[in-house]
């Protein structure tokens, strides 16, 4: 309610009345003056609470959906590629706002056979990725990847070789179940040496919520921090 006067008080239901206007005779009894608006019709705070109700939920829906589609989703896992780092129907938390995608990421992309697909980054534009050393391991610009803390514990590094420089723009990406993962190794000849577009990464999973006997984060394993 808008106040006029410098002698109003805020918060106050009635209208002030000039001096000599609206009084009771004498002897009448003085009337109360109405509301501004009227009197309420019966229920009229209760559709009011009704109304803001639906108004709070339609504008947590909106906020939620939005947060699902531009900020973070979340995806199952249906194969055993990525073993033992997540198991077939895990579920991970995947932020769509990581900005660049680094090294030894966990990322959600659009897929070679245009799928939704989860793998590892093994190495970014301008990395030269080879396998292997002479104690068969994953290199990147020459510095050997200790895997252990991600790989199958019954697997190895790769029984495929390979030596690829990775273009600007792309990933070399790669399963932690090597011989169940079907990555940019088989796909080398596709024009693009097996890596994928910077472009088609949906973001990265940074956790993993279900189940919950399950739930961690999924960190840059430390290996990575070694390759410059």
Excluded at 29 to 55: C, D, F, Y
Excluded at 72 to 85: A, F, R
Excluded at 176 to 185: G, I, M, P, V
């Amino acid at each position: 309610m808008t106040v006029t006067g410098s002698g109003d008080k805020a918060g106050s239901d009635v209208t002030a009345t000039p001096p000599g206007q609206g009084e009771a005779a004498p002897g009448e009894p003085e009337q109360t003056a109405a509301a501004p608006g009227g009197p309420r019709e019966p229920g009229a705070s209760k559709k009011s609470g009704w109304r803001e109700s639906v108004l709070l939920v339609s504008v947590g829906v909106v906020a939620a959906l939005l947060v699902h589609f531009f900020v973070v989703d979340s995806v199952y896992i249906p194969s055993e590629s990525m073993e033992q780092t997540l198991l077939i129907n895990d579920r991970v938390v995947v932020d769509k706002l990581s900005g660049d995608v680094g090294r030894g990421e966990v990322v959600v992309f659009k897929g070679w056979d245009g799928t939704t697909t989860i793998k590892r980054v093994i190495g970014v534009g301008g990395d030269r990725v080879k396998c292997c050393d002479a104690q068969k391991r994953v290199t990147v610009n020459g510095v050997p990847l200790d895997e252990e803390s991600y790989l199958h514990p019954q697997d190895f590094p790769s029984q495929e070789r390979f030596d690829v420089t990775v273009p600007k723009g792309r990933l070399w990406l790669m399963g932690d179940h090597r011989a169940s993962s079907e990555d940019s190794r088989a796909y080398r000849d596709d024009g693009s040496l097996g890596t994928i577009s910077t472009d088609d990464v949906v973001g990265r999973a940074f956790a993993l919520y279900w189940p919950l006997s399950r739930m961690a984060t999924l960190p840059v394993p430390e290996t990575f921090s070694k390759v410059r």
